[in-house]
């Protein structure tokens, strides 16, 4: 895959955020409209919600099979969220890299801090803030695949969650919906014209001064 003419290493765009923020619904928009993105399907040990699929939300996995996974070092990076883990598989993200393809992530944090230490030069990484906390309850609840102690613990962690916006190179606030996909649409697009994505730039001027 190439961007234009110029041959283009991918890029990692992750989105983080507290639990109801609209990760979920921005990241669906951006994948239907913007061909070039593919999702990361991550896998966990979490039990699938209903409505859920397998192979497209989550690889839904035991925790033997995850951390005979972690030893093999078929992680790209992993963690624990709300005592359940999480991981994203290395095979498919570097290989759709090396193609010029871009993935996206819904990860949080921790996954997020893993991927800059060791892949800091291919992570965009956006946090997307609800724009108040009524809202972010409100969602939790309309939400309503979880019971309601589980609202409240994502509730109580939203607040841990936010704490780490200040690590982040993006952060959106998502009073809209439409707007906000709008930002993260331009974030992708400004990024993937970095100079030190766009491998096939240095053939590109040499023919450009050959020919002259
Ligand atoms: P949920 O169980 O609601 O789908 O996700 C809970 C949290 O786990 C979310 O904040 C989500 O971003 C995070 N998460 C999902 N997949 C991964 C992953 O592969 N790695 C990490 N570090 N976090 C993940």
Same mark, same amino acid.
């Given at each position: 895959?190439?961007?234009?003419?110029?041959?283009?290493?991918? +890029?990692?765009?992750?989105?983080?955020? *507290? /639990?109801?923020?609209?990760?979920?619904?921005? =990241?669906?928009?951006?994948?239907? =409209?913007?061909?070039?993105?593919?999702?990361?399907?991550?896998?966990?040990?979490?039990?699938?919600?209903?409505?859920?699929?397998?192979?497209?939300?989550?690889?839904?996995?035991?925790?033997?099979?995850?951390?005979?996974?972690?030893?093999?070092?078929?992680?790209?990076?992993?963690?624990?969220?709300?005592?359940?883990?999480?991981?994203?598989?290395?095979? *498919?993200?570097?290989?759709?890299?090396?193609?010029?393809?871009?993935?996206?992530?819904?990860?949080?944090?921790?996954?997020?801090?893993? +991927?800059?230490?060791?892949?800091?030069?291919?992570?965009?990484?956006?946090?997307? !803030?609800? *724009?108040?906390?009524?809202?972010?309850?409100?969602?939790?609840?309309?939400?309503?695949?979880?019971?309601?102690?589980?609202?409240?613990?994502?509730?109580?962690?939203? =607040?841990?969650?936010?704490?780490?916006?200040?690590?982040?190179?993006?952060?959106?606030?998502?009073?809209?919906?439409?707007?906000?996909?709008?930002?993260?649409? /331009?974030?992708?697009? =400004?990024?993937? !014209?970095?100079?030190?994505?766009?491998?096939? !730039?240095?053939?590109?001027?040499?023919?450009?001064?050959?020919?002259?």
């Amino acid at each position: 895959m190439s961007f234009g003419e110029i041959k283009r290493r991918g +890029l990692m765009l992750v989105l983080s955020s *507290p /639990s109801g923020a609209g990760k979920t619904t921005i =990241s669906r928009q951006i994948l239907q =409209s913007d061909t070039n993105t593919t999702m990361s399907v991550s896998c966990t040990t979490r039990k699938k919600r209903p409505g859920e699929v397998v192979g497209v939300d989550y690889h839904f996995t035991d925790e033997e099979e995850f951390k005979l996974m972690v030893n093999r070092g078929q992680f790209l990076e992993h963690a624990q969220v709300f005592s359940n883990w999480y991981g994203t598989p290395r095979e *498919p993200v570097e290989m759709t890299l090396r193609m010029g393809g871009d993935v996206l992530f819904d990860i949080d944090w921790q996954g997020t801090q893993q +991927l800059a230490e060791k892949a800091r030069e291919d992570l965009v990484s956006v946090f997307i !803030l609800p *724009p108040s906390a009524r809202e972010l309850e409100r969602r939790l609840i309309a939400r309503a695949q979880d019971d309601k102690s589980e609202i409240q613990r994502r509730m109580t962690k939203a =607040s841990d969650e936010m704490s780490h916006w200040a690590e982040y190179d993006y952060v959106i606030i998502n009073r809209d919906i439409t707007e906000s996909v709008a930002r993260v649409r /331009s974030i992708l697009e =400004s990024e993937r !014209l970095r100079r030190r994505r766009q491998e096939g !730039l240095a053939d590109f001027v040499k023919e450009l001064q050959d020919n002259l």
